[in-house]
């Protein structure tokens, strides 16, 4: 099977892109925009629309591949790489990268992936995170037609992995709208919930962690009203680092703090990811560590997740060999390629530390759906719900793409038993 043309449609994510900075030094809400100054290189403004682009190939045969460039809603922070708008990277794709694609054979996904990954651009620079990330989303979805397959049995066998015909558990994020959008994960019986987006000290979180106190308090309570007894999430809550700014980064505090938050969670096992944000990654690793065993030391059964500072494969690895943390959060745009997220997880997995294959709410349906196959092939603990921050439609995505695969499977797993004498 050959690439016989390669073109490049802008798209809309299913959030926005939000300057980070300019949140945390107190822009003001309106609406569903932001009133202040923008903060970060790059933006026109504090909130702005979050823009795709998806990468297509014409396939011999009449076949058609694609996959979603996509970036993170807080791109340009924590180290990672700048906007990404879609007039900028069209020329890109359609100019640069298609000449040296047109003509080629889909071969083996993991080494075409990690080929396009390591390409510089014009000026010798590493490819944008989101171009590669989109770029290997369609070379998985070629190889998969190539060989008539689903997309995780291509990385299963790829990566000579068992596919275990049960689903991963589902992250679902509810954006600003807390309250009500727990709800709706809650009656959808998310297996992971809120996220919260806790990125704000005087707002979100309490100037002594009140308002978050308050919040998770109210979620133990609301789980049991509209889920049941037999409904135990797990609680997973972002705050973005602003525990460091509230408590000045005195790890004592923040322990401390952390203890009254697991204690209002229980009987639900409560993960917080973000604590602190300290400016670099050395720096992050080093604190999220010494948290980790204050964490530990008390017994709350809190567990720390990293996020922050930990953008690449290599990054990955530095966090889980330090031991930073509980459980790593794989934000798969940031990795660029989709097998580096693949490696990242297994990766993690072998070290006996807790993998969450993340994302962003920025991102499309189609990267949600590709995601999904990398999940169902790698098995992380759990896997994000996305794109948006509504609830509805992340879970919906992810959780039908997965229930097809699973369907399609056990299909071809039946089948397959049927004709064995």
């Known amino acids: 099977m050959i690439i016989e043309q390669v073109l490049a449609a802008p798209g809309l994510t299913g959030f926005f892109f939000d300057d980070q900075l300019a949140i945390k030094m ?79 054979e889909i071969g083996s996904f993991r080494e075409m992936a990690a080929e396009f990954d390591s390409l510089p651009d014009k000026e010798g620079r590493r490819l944008h995170t989101a171009l590669r990330y989109g770029l290997s989303q369609v070379l998985l979805h070629a190889a998969a037609l190539k060989q008539r397959k689903l997309m995780c049995e291509v990385l299963a066998e790829e990566y000579g992995l068992p596919l275990i015909l049960e689903p991963v558990p589902i992250f679902a994020q509810t954006g600003d709208e807390r309250y009500t959008n727990a709800d709706k994960a809650i009656i959808k019986r998310a297996d992971v919930l809120p996220h919260g987006l806790i990125n704000n000290v005087h707002s979100k979180l309490g100037a002594r962690g009140e308002k978050l106190l308050e919040y998770v308090r109210w979620l133990r309570k609301r789980v049991a009203e509209l889920g049941g007894g037999s409904y135990r999430p797990v609680l997973h809550v972002d705050v973005y680092g602003t525990l460091g700014l509230a408590f000045d980064n005195d790890l004592d505090r923040i322990s401390s703090y952390l203890g009254r938050l697991g204690a209002a969670a229980a009987p639900l096992k409560l993960r917080l990811e973000g604590p602190v944000d300290m400016g670099s990654k050395e720096r992050q690793i080093e604190a999220l560590l010494k948290l980790k065993e204050k964490v530990d030391a008390q017994g709350s059964g809190v567990e720390i997740v990293a996020d922050e500072w930990c953008n690449t494969l290599e990054d990955v690895r530095d966090f889980v060999d330090a031991g930073a943390a509980h459980m790593i959060q794989v934000k798969t745009p940031d990795l660029g390629g989709l097998h580096n997220s693949i490696e990242a997880i297994l990766y993690a997995k072998e070290h006996g530390v807790g993998a969450y294959l993340g994302g962003s709410c920025n991102e499309t349906d189609r990267s949600a759906q590709v995601c999904v196959h990398a999940a169902l092939a790698v098995r992380p603990d759990q896997m994000l719900a996305k794109p948006g921050m509504g609830v509805d439609e992340g879970m919906m995505v992810v959780f039908n793409e997965m229930q097809r695969a699973l369907r399609i499977l056990k299909f071809k797993e039946k089948a397959g038993a049927e004709k064995r004498p």
Not at 78 to 96: H, Q, S, W
């Open 26 to 104: 107190g822009a003001v809400e309106d609406g569903a925009a932001y009133r202040g100054r923008p903060r970060t290189e790059g933006f026109s403004q504090v909130r702005q629309r979050g823009e795709s682009l998806s990468i297509i190939f014409l396939l011999s045969g009449g076949e058609i591949a694609f996959g979603d460039c996509a970036a993170v809603q807080y791109s340009g922070a924590g180290g990672r790489d700048p906007l990404f708008l879609a007039e900028k990277f069209a020329p890109v794709v359609e100019e640069y990268l298609a000449p040296q694609l047109v003509g080629r």
